[in-house]
């Protein structure tokens, strides 16, 4: 059995919804669950991420089962990824834009991480850049492009 990563500094942050009422009758919110405790490994340093949602506590709301979420819990990291977004970001500037090997990108990654006592693999820099292509590839005009489409429906998303 694989044991838990241990990071020696890490902050906890807890992420609240930026809607403090309800959209639909203006009652104020109220915590409904915790949506996710996890791990982000960001180029600022390792966060202890809880992403609390909040819902309506009008019964007779039309939106009571509506779970409002944080921007900024969402925008650090991918679903499934430990890694943030602006390491996938970074590493896709190294790769495309200033054309390094995935050595070289593993390199200059590995140096940025080693004062925040992470490491990371390099097949990680390849899943990295390959989440890196989704995304660029999710944000061209993809209008004519039915194939590309049912096969993200088919996925269930990108």
């Not at 959209?23 to 996710?36: E, W």
């Amino acid at each position: 059995m694989r044991r838990a990563k241990v990071y020696p500094h890490v902050t906890k942050q807890i992420y609240h919804p930026e809607l403090t009422t309800c959209l639909t009758c203006g009652s104020r919110l109220r915590r409904a669950t915790s949506i996710a405790q996890r791990t982000v490994v960001t180029l600022d340093g390792v966060l202890q991420v809880v992403h609390c949602g909040y819902r309506c506590p009008t019964p007779d709301c039309a939106t009571a089962t509506r779970l409002y979420r944080s921007m900024l819990a969402d925008s650090l990291a991918l679903p499934g990824f430990t890694f943030g977004l602006d390491i996938v970001l970074l590493v896709g500037r190294l790769r495309l834009a200033q054309h390094q090997t995935v050595d070289e990108v593993h390199h200059t990654l590995q140096e940025r991480l080693t004062p925040l006592g992470t490491t990371v693999s390099r097949r990680e820099i390849l899943y990295l850049f390959d989440a890196y292509c989704t995304l660029l590839r999710a944000s061209q005009s993809i209008a004519d492009d039915y194939a590309w489409q049912e096969q993200t429906r088919t996925n269930g998303g990108i």
